[in-house]
């Protein structure tokens, strides 16, 4: 697969359960329309395209992939009310509604889509790719599942959101606004959790601040997490091969290392030495060896 070429963005549409889901396509520059192989990207959990699944695409699109980045429905560009939702289920449909999307563009190849989740998507994207073959080739960067990782954080103060979600829905139906959850606070100090200042360090600077990532959710999105989980099905992806990369550092690498696990031999770990859950978002250090093993991976397998 040939490497480091130029590349073009172009802003796409799609309808994901009725609503629209606004998307760049990344494709080699000068591409003349012959069908080629496709990835199709997803965010992490409060976060646009624009960010770290941006980068992503267009580092695959310099090896000659054509890659489609979205942001999911309720948050960024997407349509979807209310704004912040956190519905997994929902993740998992824009993934299989992003891959027909594909199946329609005549410079695509059908039969030769993948995808690649970054740490929230990178729980609905294998989930997606359970029960949706058309995903030939699975990959994840800084995979978390988001339930389980809210849950672990704090048990009771999750319980208590699921028992509280039947009441904001209450809410909600009698024209109240949604209540919201902050995923990232404004500002960190020596007491903040490591985790917590990774993510402030990106979101919240301009390392990688972006308007329409408000970095906040819908609480009662908790009793539809509640009911999920990324990885218990993760057997049924094969043989299709799953690619988890994680950084040595990663607060989440017990993610991909039990996911890998239960994948049975048609899963991969890559760890990148060194690098933190945050840091495989844009890091060059770290984000390097992550793309070129991301495109021999899709290079093989599509």
Known sequence: MATQQNTTRTTVTFPSNG?????????PEGADGTPRPAVVVGHPTTGVKEQTADLYARRLAEHGLTALTFDAAYQGESEGEPRGLENPFQRADDFRHAVSYLTTRDDVDA???GVLGICGSGGYA????????RMKAVATVSAADVPDFFRSADPEGFRAMV??????RAEEAAGKPATLVSAVPETVDASTPAPVR???DYYRTPRAHHPRATNAWVLRSAD?????DSYAGIAKLAPRPLLMIAGSEAFTL??????????GESGELFTVEGATHVDLYDRDEAVGPAVERLAEF???HL
Do not use: N
């Open 126 to 133: 294998p989930y997606a790719a359970q029960t949706d073959h």
């Open 111 to 113: 039969a030769r889509i």
């Open 19 to 27: 609503m629209t889901l606004v998307g760049h396509l990344h494709t």
């Open 254 to 263: 017990g993610y991909s290392r039990d996911a890998v696990g239960r994948a």
């Open 163 to 168: 028992e509280r979600s039947g009441e904001l």
């Open 224 to 228: 539809q997490l509640d009911q999920y």
């Open 198 to 200: 990774e993510f402030h």
């Open 298 to 300: 899709f290079g093989e």
